[in-house]
């Protein structure tokens, strides 16, 4: 049963999500532009074999191209504020790992940003996640987080889940 109506953004985020499962866990921030897939088969005609000769999966689709070096992890997001896209990008991509606590345990987090570390780093209900957002220009976005260590990794999706990311990648986006 699909959950989340379809839509390029969101295929591109599964299709980003099952690449990063397949490196494993404890991997660094990975960033995509997103391009038509179309545009990619104008300029390289053999790709629409590449793609299984699929040309509705060409017109509508989106490809994902990695980027490469990358500032470290725990600078990742400040790094978001200094990037910026070319026209022929239409959207982009993230892949993080993090730590993340129930909302009932961020009631009692304290103030002091240096004992926050110590409090989610020891805290019991912590879960490491790891986290797709994308974004496109025309506003879309889709996200999904799948836990580490849970009996049944089950991922979830949603076009919200992960808002100050996801405004983060837009602002990449903005002209």
């Known amino acids: 049963m699909q959950l989340m109506p379809d839509s390029p953004i969101r295929r591109v985020t599964l299709e980003i999500e099952a690449h ?35 040309e509705e999966i060409a017109k509508g689709g989106l490809t994902p191209v990695e ?11 400040r790094s978001l504020e200094q990037i910026g896209w070319p026209p ?11 730590i993340m606590l129930p909302p009932a345990a961020e009631e009692s987090m ?4 240096e004992a926050v570390a110590d409090y ?7 879960q490491e996640v790891r986290i797709v957002a994308a974004v496109d220009r025309d506003g879309n976005a889709h996200s999904t987080v799948r836990a580490r260590h849970t009996d049944v990794a089950e ?5 919200d889940l992960v808002p100050t990311l996801i405004e983060l990648l837009r602002q990449t986006l903005a002209d």
């Open 20 to 54: 990063a499962a397949g490196t494993g866990w404890d991997q660094p921030p990975r960033l995509f532009a997103l391009v038509p897939t179309a545009d990619l088969v104008d300029q390289q005609p053999d790709l629409l074999a590449e793609i299984g000769g699929n």
């Open 67 to 77: 980027q490469e070096d990358l500032p470290p992890a725990d600078d990742f997001e």
């Open 88 to 98: 022929s990008v239409t959207g982009c991509a993230a892949v993080i790992e993090r």
């Open 110 to 113: 304290p103030a002091d940003q």
């Open 120 to 126: 989610v780093a020891e805290h019991p209900d912590r």
């Open 155 to 159: 991922l979830l999706e949603g076009p």
